[in-house]
Each structure stands twice: as C-alpha cells, then as structure tokens.
C-alpha cells in the first residue's frame, strides 16, 4: 500500500500564489511517475502538471509559465509552485504517484484525498 497525502491548498486572490505538496509512504521500492491532476464542479478530471524519475516535465497548456511542478526523491515528495493563479484555476488537486512496491514487488497507481484551491477576490 502507498499513501499520498497533499498539503498546500486554501483561498487566493486572482493573481496569487500557492505551493500544494504531496508526501508518498508506504512500501516503496520505486517512484516513477508523479502527477498533479485537477477536477473543477462539472467538469472531468484533468492534468495539470507531471515529473519523472528523471525530473522530467510536462504541463497542460493552460498552466505553461505559471506552475512548476519538482520533487525531491530523498523525501518521496512532490511539489506544484502555482503562481499567476486565476479564477478558472479553482479546483480540487489530487496527487498520483505510479512505481513499485516493497516486497511483495509489483506496481501501484495511487491517489491523495485531493485538496482545495479557489481562486477568487
């Protein structure tokens, strides 16, 4: 079992800055992949920002220049610094995490509870 647990979310004026966080436990062998997706009311589940093992990046077009998303492997955390934040960012954030286990050695797929963000004056 992996657990993600995010942090960071709350009020902002249009114009704001945020930094969720998003802490990995469990067994784990290995991290691969690690995302942040958003869900606004009425709307699918989309993704906003990702990071390999390898630190690389990628973001959905509608964040580019704005969010930054990193980790920090020692710790099992990841980070999405948003900055420029609007009104239309407003959303739950979830955290997902894919990899491998401990022992008994298989992958996993998993997501934090989701948090907050509303953006508005």
């Known amino acids: 079992q992996v657990q993600l647990v995010e942090s960071g979310g709350g009020l902002v004026q249009p114009g704001g800055s945020l930094r969720l966080s998003c802490a990995a436990s469990g067994s784990i062998f290995a991290i691969n992949t690690m995302g942040w997706y958003r869900q606004a009311p009425g709307k699918q589940r989309e993704l906003v920002a990702q990071i390999t093992s390898g630190s690389v990046t990628d973001y959905a077009d509608s964040v580019k220049g704005r969010f930054t998303i990193s980790r920090d492997n020692t710790k099992n955390t990841m980070y999405l610094q948003m900055n420029s934040l609007k009104p239309e960012d407003t959303a739950v954030y979830y955290c997902?995490?894919?990899?491998?286990?401990?022992?008994?050695?298989?992958?996993?797929?998993?997501w934090g509870q989701g948090t907050q963000v509303t953006v508005s004056s």
């Open positions: 997902n995490s894919k990899g491998w286990t401990g022992w008994p050695r298989r992958e996993y797929d998993s």
